[in-house]
């Protein structure tokens, strides 16, 4: 069954530092996300990628961040200069419908 | 995504019990909706969803309810499985969005 990936599964990094989230989603959706749970909160949205285009961002997708789809099957979050609340799991999802399929997350500490 | 520190509502059953869970929204936009289960250390995974045109939806062991009335959504599990401790989450998606809006969740806990 084809599911997303992301890597890495844990990334530690100390504050100011950029760091890139990597996903590969499911190889025929089109629409790719990323989202993130805070320990101990919700999962929360932070943008959608449509057509190599952003098509919906929140207001925790600041400046700070950035996405991109550097070939036909990668999907990366940069955060250029993290802080210590940038501290929380990121998923990755996808759908080639409604259905938003999300990987495993990366675990992303900021020290 | 691990839960620990999560003050989530728990609902604790006995294995073969069956289980519902519930969610509240408050958009009368959203128009689809969609269960999550989650797993400790793991991504959401998708259960089951419907949209804002039915009030009920069938799959294996488990049914989703939505009331819009009362805006208020359901997921019955039947036969409840130790496997099924996982925390659940409702999500919706409003008109002309992509994104989800997640609840804060609930931890089923079931006893063998």
């Known amino acids: 069954e084809p599911e997303v990936t992301q890597t890495p599964s844990h990334q530690v990094t100390q504050m100011g530092q950029e760091v890139i989230l990597r996903c590969v989603p499911i190889?025929?959706?089109?629409?790719f996300y990323w989202y993130r749970q805070i320990l101990g909160q919700k999962v929360e949205f932070l943008v959608s990628?449509?057509?190599?285009?952003?098509?919906?961002k929140s207001e925790i997708f600041d400046d700070q961040f950035s996405v991109e789809r550097p070939d036909g099957s990668n999907f990366t979050l940069k955060i250029r200069s993290t802080k210590l609340e940038d501290s929380a799991m990121y998923f990755c999802?996808?759908?080639?419908?409604?259905?938003?399929?999300f990987g495993p997350g990366t675990r992303l500490t900021v020290t | 995504g691990e839960s620990v520190g999560l003050h989530l509502p728990t609902l604790s059953v006995q294995e073969g019990d069956n289980s519902i869970i519930n969610c509240a929204y408050s958009?009368?936009?959203?128009?689809?909706f969609i269960w999550y289960k989650q797993e400790s250390g793991k991504g959401p995974q998708f259960i089951i969803d419907?949209?804002?045109?039915?009030d009920k939806r069938q799959g294996q062991r488990v049914t989703v309810l939505l009331n819009k009335t009362v805006k208020h959504l359901s997921l019955q599990i039947a036969a409840t499985q130790p496997g099924d401790s996982a925390v659940y989450f409702c999500?919706?998606?409003?008109?002309?969005?992509?994104?989800?809006?997640f609840g804060s969740g609930t931890r089923l806990q079931v006893q063998p």
């Open positions: 990628f449509y057509n190599n285009e952003i098509s919906e």
């Open positions: 190889s025929n959706h089109l629409y």
């Open positions: 999802a996808s759908t080639g419908g409604y259905e938003q399929y």
């Open positions: 419907i949209r804002s045109n039915m």
């Open positions: 958009n009368s936009a959203s128009d689809y």
């Open positions: 999500a919706h998606q409003d008109t002309g969005r992509r994104a989800l809006t």
